[in-house]
């Protein structure tokens, strides 16, 4: 499933996750990460291929004063501030999604698979995505506000709460990566023709069936995390 592929290896763990197409607002999970690793490429043995000119030892100049800036992003297009109104509404969609998920998550019987109902569980998938997206979204800019300021109180702890609302998020799903762990071929046939994105992650998953813990054992374990 979505966050059994991994969730909380997108987002609570430490936010780097393989980045998917989530819709209009998936840019900024994409887009907000930069890498710009620069070093020089130095030959075997300290000198230059073909040639016996070694490396000179020099003397380190004093250390300077100026100051070191980190990379700047202007995000202003997704959020306009770390503590603007859209964060928190954002955020909010979250906690509602998530309650909508474990409300249907109760219809999921996992001891009688043949009760189980499709739609519901294209339902929860839905609503996964949906939420899993507006996580990334306030994750990336967080990180990209502790990116250039390591001690933005605000940033970090926006940071923490996406971390536990992605956990929230992961232990409100668990009934439908169980679910989809455990139906029969048919019934996951029925479930991708309306998902057919899931496919691979689905089917992957099942090929660890045999691993799976228990439901209490992977929410605890969720938790935990």
């Known amino acids: ?15 780097l996750p393989i980045t998917r197409n989530y819709g209009s607002k998936a840019w900024l999970w994409s887009s907000g990460r930069r890498i710009n690793a620069l070093s020089p490429l130095v030959s075997r043995n300290g000198a230059t291929y073909g040639t016996h000119q070694h490396m000179a030892m020099t003397v380190a100049p004093a250390a300077s004063s ?18 603007c109104a859209g964060i928190s509404e954002d955020l909010g969609k979250v906690e509602q999604l998530i309650k909508e998920i474990a409300n249907l998550s109760t219809k999921i019987d996992l001891q009688n698979l043949d ?16 939420a899993q997206t507006l996580l990334q979204n306030v994750g990336v800019f967080a990180n990209c506000e502790i990116s250039t300021d390591g001690s933005n109180r605000e940033a970090l702890s926006l940071a923490s709460t996406v971390r536990s609302r992605a956990s929230q998020l992961t232990q409100a799903y668990q ?5 989809l762990t455990l139906l029969p071929d048919a019934a996951i046939d ?3 023709g309306a998902l057919p994105d899931e496919s691979f992650a689905v089917r992957h998953q099942r090929r660890l069936r045999d691993l799976a813990l228990s439901l209490p054992e992977e929410q605890l374990a969720t938790a935990l995390s």
Not at 115 to 130: G, K, R, W, Y
């Open 175 to 179: 009934p439908v990566t169980q679910a």
């Open 190 to 192: 029925r479930y991708l």
């Open 66 to 83: 100026t100051k070191i800036t980190g990379p700047e992003w202007d995000n202003t297009d997704e959020y306009t501030s770390i503590n």
């Open 115 to 130: 009760s189980i109902e499709i739609d519901v569980l294209v339902a929860c998938t839905n609503q996964a995505n949906e």
């Open 1 to 15: 499933s979505i966050l059994s592929r991994g969730l909380i290896g997108q987002v609570q763990s430490r936010l």
